[in-house]
């Protein structure tokens, strides 16, 4: 069951938020900026293992993470999870509902998290008033496509090598875009969750761990990772 904790006294409004520039990086003025403000003044906080949303659960809102990490994930028939991203500050999840009005996966919080939720009507309403911020909901969009191929390019065309030299990559890219280390940050998956995000094996995921360890890529610590050898790390990924 979803353990949400609504909390009317968190009211850090986006013209303040320091995720400002990657959820919604548009010029707006000073009255606009207000109108945003009141859009998504609705702060809430989760704990680790709390969800978000279920699939099948009718779309009501986009979530802008403030803090923590998210996973989405569906179930196949057969009862297994599989993993189909992982969400950080300063992105949006819940868009996979636009088409249907309803969600197509569970999206479920690994650490304490808080979210501000974003009512999408009136998030549309207010885009065909302001240009920049529709062509920012658009650029979003296109943003989770290229995604979806760059998973379909992972899953289809890579060895396990390349899957996890790939998805640590992508980690140090996201995690210095909000001004953390790009070579030492801990891991808020756990390697199960790793393995059924890029199609591999938990025995395949720490051998492969193990092996970029041996070679001087990586110094790992359990969950803490430190990128030791970026230069070699992206020659397993290469064109790609």
Known sequence: MQNAI???????????????????????????MER??????????FQRGDYLYRCGEGFRALYAIRTGFFKTQVLHEAGREQVTGFQMPGEIIGMDAISSDAHTCDA????????????????????????????HLHKIMSREIVRDHGIMMLLGSMRAEERLAAFLLNLSQRFSARGYSPTAFNLRMTRQEIGSYLGLKLETVSRTFSHFQEHGLLNVKVREVEIMDMLRLRSFVGGT
């Not at 609504?6 to 606009?32: F, K, T």
């Not at 479920?108 to 062509?135: H, N, V, W, Y």
């Open 6 to 32: 609504n909390n009317p006294s968190l009211r850090i409004a986006c013209s303040s938020c320091n995720l400002r520039e990657l959820c919604l990086p548009v010029d707006l003025g000073g009255q606009e």
């Open 36 to 45: 945003l403000d009141a859009l998504t003044s609705r702060k809430r906080t």
């Open 108 to 135: 479920i919080a690994l650490e304490d998290s808080e979210i501000c939720e974003i009512p999408f009507d009136r998030l549309e309403a207010l885009s065909r008033e302001f240009p920049g911020l529709q062509r």
